[in-house]
């Protein structure tokens, strides 16, 4: 596992943004071969859609080319409410690049039948071969999509209730009322996530460092979804120096000293 340690959100959010345009330039997606990508919301990634969209409008980066998947979805919201992961999509990111609309996928919260919208979900991951990146987030939990601690570290994409420490969290989005915030979910299993060729965590900020420290220096455990990235063949995590907060100074000079002599 790589830890990629940037000063601070905005460097992170940079040097995702390039990783992604690397690897989809790399791969020279065409419509019969795309790119596929997986990717998640909330307020860490803001930063890396912003410079996505630049490099876009600047004709640096295409996304005709790319098939994306979302990881997760609230249960109960439709694509109009501010706050669903779909209108979040198409606000901070598909509305602003070429990404054609049948390229993306996006778990539906206002199904009447989760079990099968989950498997079509993973049907459709299928039907591509493999997601290629998929890019998270983090909660402060260590959640990952929205596995909560205690998920299967094999799940699937389904339904699942969310903790009162991620309601109390994502409150922040809904006027700092939990009562207003979904109680489930859909999300991505974590072995949805596993599957995919590559992966890259973002976190950011002293609110992750917990995470980040039992993501690298704990066991690998269910209790901390994060920590799974230990068993993939080809897992970053990407953090700010803030994030490394509770990580031992041997650690940091060690990851730092092997990214040193990367070129
Ligand atoms: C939610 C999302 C996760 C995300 C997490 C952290 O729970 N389901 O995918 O990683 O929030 O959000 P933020 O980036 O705002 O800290």
């Not at 990783?19 to 997606?29: D, E, G, L, M, Q």
């Not at 420290?213 to 994060?226: K, L």
Request: net charge neutral; glycine share 6%.
């Amino acid at each position: 596992m790589r830890l990629i340690i940037q000063n601070n959100y905005d460097d992170c959010s940079r040097w995702a943004a390039q990783y992604v345009a690397y690897k989809i330039k790399a791969f020279r997606p065409t419509a019969k071969k795309p790119f596929v990508l997986g990717l998640p919301t909330g307020s860490t990634p803001l930063g890396m859609y912003k410079l996505l969209i630049e490099m876009y409008q600047q004709k640096k980066l295409s996304f005709e080319n790319v098939v994306t998947f979302n990881m997760d979805e609230y249960i109960g919201l439709d694509g109009k409410h501010p706050q669903s992961y779909r209108h979040f999509m198409y606000e901070n990111f598909f509305n602003h690049v070429n990404i054609p609309a049948a390229n993306i996928h996006m778990l539906n919260g206002m199904t009447k039948d989760y079990a099968k919208e989950c498997q079509l979900y993973e049907n459709a991951i299928k039907s591509y071969g493999k997601i290629h990146l998929f890019i998270g987030g983090v909660g402060e939990d260590g959640h990952i999509a929205f596995n909560e601690p205690g998920s299967s570290l094999s799940s699937r994409t389904r339904v699942k209730t969310l903790t009162k420490e991620t309601i109390a969290a994502n409150s922040r989005f809904f006027d700092n009322d939990p009562t207003k915030v979904p109680q489930t979910v859909l999300t991505i299993g974590i072995g949805t996530f596993m599957d995919a060729e590559e992966v890259l965590l973002i976190a950011t900020g002293n609110k992750k460092a917990r995470a980040i420290h039992h993501a690298v220096e704990g066991s690998i455990n269910h209790m901390w979804p994060i920590s799974i990235t230990q068993m993939h063949q080809h897992g970053i995590i990407l953090c700010d120096e803030a994030a490394t907060s509770e990580l031992r100074a041997d650690t940091v000079r060690y990851f730092k000293d092997i990214e040193a002599q990367k070129f």
